[in-house]
């Protein structure tokens, strides 16, 4: 069983800063890669925020380039793998349910993909 759980949403003015956290734990072999994905409005498809491989590789689209951060903690176990997500500089189109997303191998099982339960985020005008 493996469990993504987040962190650190809220409300800020437009300008300010957040950072998001989300922690895979459970029966984790390794994980290849870890994210975070947006829906902006019920019905709108999730996009992607930032990526970032166990390389260390990370992947952002234009529009959060330059504003946030993806930074990532490997623990040496399986006991926990964390992601942090550096949010600066926010605008009200940031407004968003921010969801955590991992490509874990679990062991004697194969490769999954997990996704956290979505924190909101929310920035003011």
């Known amino acids: 069983q493996v469990q993504l759980v987040e962190s650190g949403g809220g409300l800020v003015q437009a300008g300010g800063s957040l950072r998001l956290s989300c922690a895979a734990s459970?029966?984790?072999?390794?994980?290849?890669?870890m994210g975070w994905y947006r829906r902006q409005a019920p019905g709108k498809q999730r996009e992607l925020v930032a990526?970032?491989?166990?390389?260390?590789?990370?992947?952002?689209?234009?529009s959060v380039k330059g504003r946030f951060t993806i930074s990532r903690d490997n623990a040496k176990n399986t006991a926990k793998n964390t992601i942090y997500l550096q949010m600066n500089s926010l605008k009200p189109e940031d407004t968003a349910v921010y969801y955590c997303?991992?490509?874990?191998?679990?062991?004697?099982?194969?490769?999954?993909?997990?996704w956290g339960q979505g924190t909101q985020v929310t920035v003011s005008s």
């Open positions: 997303n991992a490509h874990i191998v679990v062991p004697g099982a194969g490769v999954y993909d997990y």
């Open positions: 459970g029966s984790i072999f390794s994980i290849n890669a």
């Open positions: 990526a970032i491989t166990s390389g260390g590789t990370t992947t952002y689209p234009d």
